[in-house]
């Protein structure tokens, strides 16, 4: 386990992030579940926020522009299995579990994703936040549909 980074604005607790957790590592493959990295607490009270995946974390933006459309390729892969679970969650009549899903990030705050040997991971997220509207997945990059062209 190895800490990403930390989270230096008042934020939410973390036991807020703890049920959406919960379903990703119960319901996902653990390649898409590590997709959002784990907040914890710091010695210091901040947030940090870590994965279990092994590698140095490279910024987004430290990507040249061909590993970046890679990574957001596949960040929106996992982020279409997350949409079409909630579906599935919805339809079995499992609602609270479909509207955690539904509220974790759909579009990447380039600022908060890394790249861990090629796998994505997105810090700095927030699940089941009461009063937000569900988000939905937005079509590729045009970076991304560019390189695949």
């Known amino acids: 386990m190895q800490r990403v980074s930390r989270d230096t604005t008042p934020d939410l607790p973390i036991a807020e992030h703890q049920p959406a957790i919960d379903l990703l590592h119960r319901l996902l493959p653990p390649h898409e579940s590590r997709l959002f990295a784990l907040p914890r607490a710091g010695s ?6 870590w994965t279990t995946l092994e590698g140095q ?3 987004y ?3 040249d522009e ?4 890679a990574l957001l390729e596949k960040y929106q892969g996992t982020l279409g299995d997350l949409h079409t679970l909630g579906d599935t969650l919805r339809q079995q009549g ?3 579990e479909a509207g955690l899903l539904e509220h974790l990030p759909r579009t990447p705050d380039t600022r ?3 790249s861990l040997n090629g796998t994505p991971l997105i810090t700095h997220w927030h699940a089941g936040l009461s009063g937000l509207p569900p988000l939905v997945v ?7 549909a560019a390189a695949l062209a």
């Open 138 to 144: 937005p079509p590729a990059a045009p970076a991304a």
């Open 66 to 69: 061909k590993s970046q459309a």
């Open 112 to 114: 908060h994703l890394y």
């Open 57 to 59: 974390p490279q910024p």
């Open 44 to 49: 210091d009270g901040l947030r940090e926020w």
């Open 61 to 63: 933006s430290s990507l």
């Open 94 to 96: 499992r609602a609270d």
